[in-house]
Nanobody, 126 residues
Framework: QVRLVESGGGLVQAGGNLTLSCVISGRTLSGYRTAWFRQAPGKEREFVAALNWSGVRTYYPGVVKGRFTISRDNSQNTLYLQMNSLEAEDTAVYYC???????????????????WGQGTQVTVSS
């Protein structure tokens, strides 16, 4: 089964930058969806970014578009989320996710993924 281990969270001041990493291990199929979600206290898990099966298409919600960048290094089996110009509203636990078997769910739907990382806390001070 696919396993995901993420790291890189921490405390950063507003306007700062932070990059999260997610190492993906285990046997995979020819392709897989990958994504980042976040969840703030008392709120539902929110879509942040995604790569399609081939890894050539990116998807972002308007709230992070232009500030966050998702990428994947297949040689290192690592998924990244580069976050720039961080705001206090970005404070949340960030999760990486993957899905090996195709599902009809859209990329921004958490039900489209069945493998999740443990989550890493990102705190932005204002």
């Amino acid at each position: 089964q696919v396993r995901l281990v993420e790291s890189g969270g921490g405390l950063v001041q507003a306007g700062g930058n932070l990059t999260l990493s997610c190492v993906i291990s285990g046997r995979t199929l020819s392709g897989y969806r990958t994504a980042w979600f976040r969840q703030a206290p008392g709120k539902e898990r929110e879509f942040v970014a995604a790569l399609n099966w081939s890894g050539v298409r990116t998807y972002y919600p308007g709230v992070v578009k232009g500030r966050f960048t998702i990428s994947r290094d297949n040689s290192q089996n690592t998924l990244y989320l580069q976050m720039n110009s961080l705001e206090a509203e970005d404070t949340a636990v960030y999760y990486c996710a993957a899905q090996q078997i195709p599902r009809p769910n859209n990329y921004n739907d958490r039900n489209a993924y069945d493998s999740w990382g443990q989550g890493t806390q990102v705190t932005v001070s204002s």
